[in-house]
């Protein structure tokens, strides 16, 4: 068979290690495993490992005491954590997947502490924090050298434990970026001041690791630009890079800074940013460098990759997020199964939203990844059954292709002439256009496991009499949320559904009432000033979008920002009439009126649809609920729901 992406699947060489392919799972923290790699993180390295990926790049792994960056952090200063490592990458290696370890040490960049007390922050001057709040003291001379020392005592450790190579974590305003960066960095020592004393941190930092772990690859993360007004710019990133390529075996970029809640946005880019958003700035460093570059961002399919190795963007591709969401893409991919990927739609929910909780991360498409522990091969059911599957959401959806995977006979019946729930009004959304890829990927899956859909059919217990199914699964949702006892006079009042599917007109001048600060009342702030409407969006939270993911709110906010829309926080809806809007602030109890309005959006959250399984109660047959019927959620949860009842049913 060809090859469809022949650039992706060329071998390249990195140092003296050889990468089969040019896919990379790029460093991410996992939140899995502390101190050590355990068993949960090893199963999910080995399970990408055993999907085709070319290169594993570890999470970080500190290297210093002073290096404490939050929860779960990975560390290797003694030898008595070799065998647990050596766990690792021997798995990894056992599937020809080449695997690194991140070096790092966060300086000023510190979230919280294992103990809950603020810790010290270290860095090259005190110059402060902007996102964490955080003072921190400048650094001593001799514990710099210490921290430089520690870098190679933990590569040559980690290096017996059979790594092929380390990186540098110099990206995204960590230690040895506030040492390159003039506006961060204001020491007058040997280690601040003109470019060379900026650089001498990170290059002392690769001849430790030099000396200490010998020939393994060395490379080095930084971020093409941190896109933040006090950050390392494009043309200073390019510097550095032709500065440090002598010393390094690779480069690898990224984009960003960890300082500011605006610049951190780009650490884990969401969807509404550009595919490949990196790769153009970085084939203007790869201008300059006689190394092989690594590019990361929103590259979630493998044509995408291609196209940036093809054109000379960059020589390798990190696509982790693809990877978290589907495992088996390389192999996918290279045997021309395309079509079977399941496709990242950078909603960042359940991968990096989790891991900003302290959570094990996973993928809301892929409920098994990051789970791979617990849910582990599927195993074909000896006990076949008939299974009727009421609701085509994705908790349904899910339901039925994991059911029918297994061997059940599933018919999924669903009311309307379109599957996918909410997600259908989701990508109506601007910048959630994407979200509808959750449709098309359950619809894959459900396709290729061979499950029944009858569309316009709605379930009821005469239908579930006349089918005679062994069990019932009921998926049906949830409808909007009116609670009992609003004023509602003579204003315009529609909800958020009505206009979504263009039920409704909304007047030149709306009030957004947003219960849920999710991605609903930032959605339709969006959408309707779009179309030239003066918006008011007021949340019933301290801050609009506040039960969404940093990364995703804060990208959303800065485009209600730009678009000039009001934004009002702790506000109750208390009724409306004629023009007039009636809230309760939540802090003070104070009534506050919003004047001149045209039209009323509720958004205010989602009630349970539970009559069809109160109905199929005398029916005689096994009944399953999930997803928003049971109580509204996210597709996080309803995806997952379907997914563990699919399994095990």
Known sequence: MNNPFPHLFSGIALGNC???????????????ADGEPNDRLIAYHEARARGGVGLIVTEIVAVHETAGFWRKLLAAQTREVIPAYRKLTGACHAHGARIFAQLFHPGREVASSHDGFMPIAWAPSSVPNERFHTMPKPLTASLIEDIVDGFGKTAAILAEAGFDGFEIVASHGYLPAQFLNPRVNLREDAYGGDFDRRMRFLLRVTESIRAHAGDKVLG??????????????????????????????????????????????????????????????????RQRMDKPVIVAGRINQPQIAEQVIAEGQADLCGMTRALICDEEMPAKARQGHGNDIRACIACNQSCIGRAHRGLPISCIQHPRSGREMEFGTPVRTDTPKQILVAGGGPAGMKFAATAAARGHKVTLHEESARLGGQAQLAQRLPGREEFGGVVTNLLGEMHRSGVGVVRNSPVSADLV????????VVATGAEPYLPDGLEIGDTHVVSAWDVLQHKANVGSSVVIADWRADWVGLGLAELIALQGCRVTLCTNAALAGETLQLYTRNHYVGRLHKLGIGIRTHLRLFGADEDTVYFVDTLTGDAVQLEGTDTVVLSLGHVANADLEHELVSCGVEVLTIGDCVVPRTAEEAIHEGFEAGWTI
Do not use: K
Request: with cysteine; aromatic share 2%.
């Open 18 to 32: 050889h990468i089969a392919n040019r896919i990379v799972s790029t460093g991410h923290h996992t939140y899995m």
């Open 220 to 285: 080095v993360r930084l971020s093409a630009a941190e896109n933040d007004p006090d950050g390392l710019d494009a043309d200073e990133t390019a510097d550095i890079c032709a500065s440090v390529s002598n010393a390094v075996d690779y480069i690898s970029l990224v984009a960003g800074t960890s300082a500011s809640l605006g610049s951190s946005v780009h650490i884990v880019p969401p969807m509404g940013m550009d595919h490949a958003c990196v790769a153009p700035v970085a084939a203007r460093i």
């Open 465 to 472: 009499r006349q089918q005679g199914p062994d069990a019932v």
